[in-house]
């Protein structure tokens, strides 16, 4: 198998797909890939040319060559954030490509809920403050007001973060913005943070908040209480 077939079927196993279900993102016809990917022979450029746009979190010479990082770091993606006229940022990951046409989005009052983890663990019983409705917008569970500076000017006090529950934090994508619910000393905290992998081991993660004046903080996993993706922001543009 060629360098580009290994690094497609690597892609495909990466995002939790299906070779048809990659045809199908790139507007190939059914078993233009999947011919290629058993036979062992090439496909055509435009198809290449396909999926770096389609899926542009991956990095394009790792998957012409199979060189480098396999994902972009942040300092050279321009996709987590990208906002319209109407306030609203989206933050991209790379299993945000099938967005949802339409959905209605609660929104809770957090203080009302006693934390996320209870806002999680019996989220059917919350009555949400009111529903918010995003064409396209990525699949979220929820959403919240922002409070705090942590992530600022990312993030400011009155924002509306829209968020997708991580069961374990063993599948967070480092790099990051998450909506943490942590234990410190038996006080609950609740913050906005980068998270990133931690120079102590495994057993901790690091987070980094935006505003330079929040000094980095490694902690231990252990003390994660709930872990939430932001992934879209809603920033009132007003002065009324």
Not at 40 to 69: F, R
Not at 122 to 148: E, H, M, T, W
Not at 195 to 220: A, C, E, F, W
Request: aromatic share 8%; glycine share 6%; net charge negative.
């Amino acid at each position: 198998m060629n360098n580009v077939l290994t690094q497609i079927a690597r892609l495909v196993e990466t995002e939790g797909i299906t070779i048809t279900a990659l045809e199908k993102q790139i507007g190939a016809s059914k078993g233009v890939l999947s011919r290629a990917l058993n036979n062992g022979s090439d496909i055509q450029t435009k198809w290449v040319q396909a999926i770096v746009e389609n899926y542009p979190l991956y990095n394009a010479t790792w998957l012409l060559t199979g060189e480098g990082n396999m994902l972009k770091n942040r300092e050279t993606i321009d996709i987590e954030m990208k906002s319209d006229d109407n306030g609203i940022s989206i933050h991209r990951l790379r299993n945000d490509y099938f967005n949802i046409e339409k959905q209605s989005i609660p929104l809770y009052e957090i203080e009302a809920s006693a934390g996320l983890s209870t806002l999680f663990s019996s989220q059917i019983q919350q009555i949400p403050l009111d529903y918010i409705s995003i064409p396209n917008a990525p699949k979220c569970d929820g959403a919240i007001f922002v409070r705090g500076d942590s992530m600022y000017p990312i993030l400011k006090a009155g924002d509306i973060v829209c968020y997708k529950h991580i069961e374990r934090i063993e599948d967070v994508y480092y790099g990051e913005m998450y909506l943490l619910d942590i234990d410190v000393s038996g006080d609950q905290y609740l913050t906005f943070k980068y998270v990133q992998k931690s120079d102590l081991g495994d057993k901790y993660i690091r987070l980094v908040s935006h505003n330079t004046h929040h000094d980095p903080k490694d902690i231990l996993k252990k003390d994660i209480r709930a872990i939430a993706l932001v992934k879209l922001s809603i920033r009132y543009n007003t002065l009324s």
